[in-house]
């Protein structure tokens, strides 16, 4: 009798454990679940505050340069750049600026290039009149990507790259420029969040 009732409590026990085990399973996918949830929350209002933050100072009428700067504050730390840029072109002379450029941590003075030569990953974007998202250097350089003056100085390259042109029709007004170290560093809900930063600038510029 005391060794049947020693293998009931065993098997009790037993019993015990296993529903432990799958009580904690079950509590470390809700928790992993939360945190994901939490992060998408996190995301969704950093994504909100970009939005209301150009929002709130990008206005028609403002000079280009401006709009631009304002762009680069609401936008740089939050989504973790190395490098910014709002480029205008202009068809009639043949000429792509770089009106603001920013690049290892400081604005630098970036030389125009032709239109017409359709080097490097700016000209493709004005070329497709569509965004252009890069993951890595590997394919930046199978995509024709251009090296700055910095870049080859120091070797700190960015792995992804965003483009995105400015209005629309046959001749973009230009284009917007996301980069980061990090490789496939943007997703695809960021990107639209970029995409609609550009929209703005394309709106106000176009008023």
């Not at 809700?30 to 206005?59: C, I, K, N, P």
């Not at 290892?104 to 125009?112: A, D, L, S």
């Not at 359709?118 to 590997?138: D, F, M, N, W």
């Amino acid at each position: 009798m005391h060794l049947f009732g020693g293998r009931k409590q065993e098997a009790a026990l037993a019993d015990r454990d296993q529903r432990l085990q799958v009580l904690e399973a079950e509590c470390r996918s809700l928790q992993s679940r939360l945190e994901g949830t939490q992060e998408l929350v996190r995301h969704l209002d950093q994504d909100r505050d970009l939005l209301l933050g150009a929002l709130e100072y990008m206005r028609p009428g403002k000079e280009t340069l401006s709009m631009a700067q304002v762009m680069q504050d609401v936008c740089f730390k939050p989504l973790g750049l190395a490098c910014f840029y709002v480029a205008v072109a202009d068809w009639e002379v043949d000429q792509l600026r770089f009106i603001l450029y920013h690049e290892g941590g400081k604005t630098r003075n970036h030389p125009p290039r032709r239109l017409s030569d359709g080097s490097g990953l700016s000209a493709k974007v004005l070329a497709s009149r569509q965004p252009i998202y890069i993951r890595t250097i590997e394919e930046g350089q199978a995509a024709g990507a251009l090296l700055t003056a910095a870049e080859q100085a120091t070797g700190l390259i960015p792995h992804t790259w965003f483009g995105v042109p400015l209005g629309w029709g046959p001749r973009p007004a230009g284009l917007v420029s996301f980069q980061s170290f990090q490789t496939d560093a943007f997703s695809e809900p960021r990107r639209r969040v970029m995409q609609a930063l550009a929209a703005l600038l394309s709106t106000c510029m176009a008023r």
